[in-house]
């Protein structure tokens, strides 16, 4: 991709000198038109405060004219959706929707199944498999058919990933301690049953450190490519990338991970970035530090822009006034716009590497709907659904499918044909299956039960 040298060049420089000379870029551009121009997503967070209506006028007004997607920082998380069993409480992920409407944003659920987060209600259920897997089943039914239309996408699974060994999290998630690996693949099942047309992301932070023989992102992509194989219905990855100005070959590495994931059709978005540095450091920071900052928060955008595998940018918030990194991460002024909302040095980078990337050299991961606020990514296909009665499975929407069964660790157990839209499994032993059904342009992945 050739980028236009004289525009980083003196882009370069001038975030160098200070960012005073760059708020004009703040006045005439928007991160989202550029974007959008891009058939690209750039977003940030709805902040708790902004939830509870404790938050400055400002928030609002920047976030709206700036971003075109948007997620909740804890609002449609297990503990704040259904906060006891089957009571299910949906206001603020609903006045998030409605706000995304008003505003043409695309709107990123975040997230279904994860360790943290979890009411004590469902922990007190562990070692219960197949209550944990109903639990499990009905909130993601749940809360996926409310917003079925409305969340573009899922952050289907949260960080399922040890540090340290990079194997499965075993310990501290009530999930695959009590389940097993296959919550993850019901979980996707079950999201994409909710709603076919979701993207369906695994989500995780320490994976822009490279795919190295052992690493955390190397696991991950093992792992897709086993759900890819086995008919998962995994559409995306999210790396939340939250680093420090320290952390120089992470661009590079979430480069090469686009494009080992492109290999299985899998998009890879930025979910949760933002650049800290050392708490209690704000008052020694000068120019050139909010000018590295800069430079590799654009760094990460030009990679965004020159990989086609690549389809959300998102900022773990908007102003250094309201950031989980002070408060949680031992890290401080990580953002965009500092604490008076004045836009630093990492916008006016972002708006660079925009207009270092013409439209026409960037590809979208996604097909452009009509008025591409709210971008498509599955091409329609024809619906068809199969429900089991006995050991009869029947598929209404094709005359003939072709069926594969896999059992939940995703290893092959039949394929047959279904003539006249059913097929007799009587000869399949009990237990939970994932079943493919192909027919003709039409594919539907679902779990299912042979009692
Ligand atoms: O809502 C309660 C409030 O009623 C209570 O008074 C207050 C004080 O105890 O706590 C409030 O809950 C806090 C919640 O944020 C809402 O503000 C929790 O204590 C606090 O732990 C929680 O922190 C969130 C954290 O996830 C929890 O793990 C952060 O805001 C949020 O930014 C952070 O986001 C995560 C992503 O979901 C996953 N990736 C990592 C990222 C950073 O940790």
Redesign the pocket.
Known sequence: MKLNRSVSRFALGAVLLGASAWNTFAAEETLRDLAKERGRYIGA?L???WFRGDIEPEFEQIHKTQFNTVVA??EM?FD?TEPSEGQFNYTYGDKMVQYAKENGMRVRG??LA?H??VPNWVNNYKGQKEKLLQVLKTHIDSVVGHWKGDVAEW?VV??AVNDGDHTWRDQGSVWFETIGEEFLDSAFVWAHAADPDAELCY???AIEWGLGQGSKAGFVLEQVKRWKENGIPITCVGT?T?IEIAHETTPENVRAFAKALAEYGVTLNI??LDIGFPNGSASSLGAADYAKQGHLYRQFMDVFLEEPNMGEFVI??LTDAH??LD???GKTQGLLWDKQYKPKPAFDSLIVSFKAHPASEVVTPYKLDKDTTSIARHVESPRISASLVGRTLSISGASSAKIELFDMQGRPVFSGKAESSSINLSNIAEGLYVVRIHAGSANLIQRIAIK
Do not use: L, P, R, V
């Open positions: 967070i902040n708790s405060e920082e804890n998380k704040a975040h997230a994860w943290s987060q952050d949260n960080e989500n995780d932070y939340q939250h979910t949760e773990w918030g950031s989980w408060a949680q991460q």
